[in-house]
């Protein structure tokens, strides 16, 4: 029943790790959107599929068997890709003690919802769990883990290794997703490069994808399962946080969705919205002598760092970086600005940095802070002023 749905599977040689192929191409930056999706649009059907999947899933297999069985697994993802694309899925109140255990499956992290339509959804995990078992000859069991603006993701336990499988919501697919760095294209060329760019205990691994073509909804993303058992330790946290930071002193890439859905065990498990700090190298090493400066507000020598790299490349991206950092976009609406310091913890030091490369605070220190109603806003701006 299940496993006749996929057609054209003539034995094709898996070449998905040719020399000059896609998954090598994405290794090398993070690429603009219009760049990612016009290098993304012109490639064959063999070239949409990237990486590899985990040995532990084709250890056993005998080696020249495993390009084919390789290339029938991500077909297979494929599939259950474009058909979770089409299902118009809803997540229902249905507590997880109703003493129906066929549904546990569907239930992911909060328990007390369900995943509708159910018996659409335990169909297509036993397909996916019917067809992986058969290539791969393991036990197989799928479930649902969770969903977001742009996608779902699975939970699939098989053998000794457990994966996370995402697949993509037709907004996923959409344009607008590509622009805010979400979505099937972005995501995945983002996991390609963070995976070679970050440690690993940074992000979740990264094991193979499907690149959709335009019009299609068979995009997929697989990457190792994190349990979240170890959350609560304090390394987890503070590697968590050290990547939420959006500031430019932190580093070259930074995370313009950060919230605790998005980590477990201190790693990055959803690759959307990610960027550069800066688009030119020279900008962050001009920003990495800046911003010490600007967090001890010595004036002087931030005076002296603009009459010295005024000419050099990368200065005015810098001094773009910084300047809304320093909240000049906010520099004539108080309580904005307030808000503004409140989430990037600007101190009176370093607003006296800020002073110093040329942002003018005159409108907000004549402002009278006590028509501002909210008291956190205002005794920031009395503190800061």
């Known amino acids: 029943m299940f496993v006749n749905r996929i057609q054209n599977t003539e034995p094709v040689l898996f070449k998905g790790n040719s020399k000059h192929n896609t998954y090598h191409h994405l290794k090398k930056s993070l690429y603009?959107?219009?760049?990612?999706?016009?290098?993304?649009?012109n490639l064959k059907e063999n070239e949409r599929y990237i990486g590899a999947l985990p040995v532990e899933w084709t250890k056993s297999l005998k080696k020249d068997e495993i390009g084919e069985k390789t290339k029938q697994v991500y077909e297979i993802l494929s599939d259950f890709a474009d058909s979770a694309s089409n299902i118009?899925?809803?997540?229902?109140?249905?507590?997880?003690?109703?003493?129906?255990?066929?549904?546990?499956?569907?239930?992911?992290?909060?328990k007390d919802y369900i995943l509708e339509p159910k018996d659409v959804w335990l169909d297509e995990?036993?397909?996916?769990?019917?067809?992986?078992?058969?290539?791969?000859?393991?036990?197989?069991?799928?479930?649902?883990?969770?969903?977001?603006?742009?996608?779902?993701?699975?939970?699939?336990?098989?053998?000794?290794?457990?994966?996370?499988?995402?697949?993509?919501?037709?907004?996923?697919?959409?344009?607008?997703?590509d622009i805010t760095g979400h979505g099937a294209v972005s995501e995945i060329a983002n996991a390609v490069y963070l995976n070679k760019t970050l440690k690993p205990s940074q992000c979740s691994k990264f094991y193979c994808a499907k690149i959709p073509a335009e019009y299609?909804?068979?995009?997929?993303?697989?990457?190792n399962f994190e349990d979240g058992l170890k959350d609560g330790t304090l390394a987890s946290r503070q590697r968590m946080e050290w990547f939420m930071q959006d500031r430019p002193y932190w580093g070259r890439i930074t995370f313009?969705?950060?919230?605790?859905?998005?980590?477990?065990?201190?790693k990055l498990i959803d690759y959307g919205a990610v960027g550069y700090t800066f688009k030119d190298r020279e900008a962050l090493k001009l920003a990495k002598e800046l911003f010490?400066?600007?967090?001890?507000?010595?004036?002087?020598?931030?005076?002296?760092?603009k009459e010295k790299y005024k000419d050099s490349p990368g200065f005015d991206e810098c001094m773009i970086k910084a300047g809304y950092f320093g909240g000049e976009i906010y520099s004539r609406r108080?309580?904005?600005?307030?808000?503004?310091?409140?989430?990037?913890?600007?101190?009176?030091?370093?607003?006296?940095?800020?002073?110093?490369?040329?942002?003018?605070?005159?409108?907000i220190k004549e402002s009278n802070f006590a028509l501002i109603k909210d008291n956190e806003l205002r005794e920031k701006l009395e503190e800061l002023f």
Do not use: W
């Not at 969705?257 to 998005?262: E, K, L, S, T």
């Not at 010490?292 to 760092?305: A, H, S, Y």
């Not at 904005?336 to 310091?341: L, S, V």
């Open 32 to 41: 603009d959107t219009e760049v990612l999706l016009s290098d993304m649009s």
């Open 88 to 110: 118009k899925t809803s997540m229902v109140l249905h507590p997880l003690d109703d003493g129906d255990d066929k549904y546990k499956k569907l239930h992911g992290k909060y």
């Open 125 to 177: 995990f036993m397909y996916l769990e019917e067809n992986l078992s058969r290539i791969l000859d393991k036990d197989c069991e799928v479930s649902y883990l969770s969903s977001g603006s742009y996608g779902l993701v699975f939970k699939i336990e098989m053998g000794d290794k457990t994966c996370a499988l995402k697949t993509y919501s037709s907004d996923g697919y959409s344009k607008s997703a």
């Open 216 to 223: 299609e909804k068979d995009g997929f993303l697989l990457t």
């Open 256 to 266: 313009y969705d950060a919230h605790d859905d998005n980590f477990s065990n201190g």
């Open 292 to 305: 010490p400066l600007i967090m001890k507000g010595e004036e002087d020598k931030i005076t002296e760092f």
């Open 334 to 363: 108080p309580a904005y600005f307030a808000e503004h310091c409140i989430e990037y913890k600007i101190t009176p030091q370093m607003l006296r940095g800020f002073e110093a490369l040329g942002i003018d605070y005159s409108k």
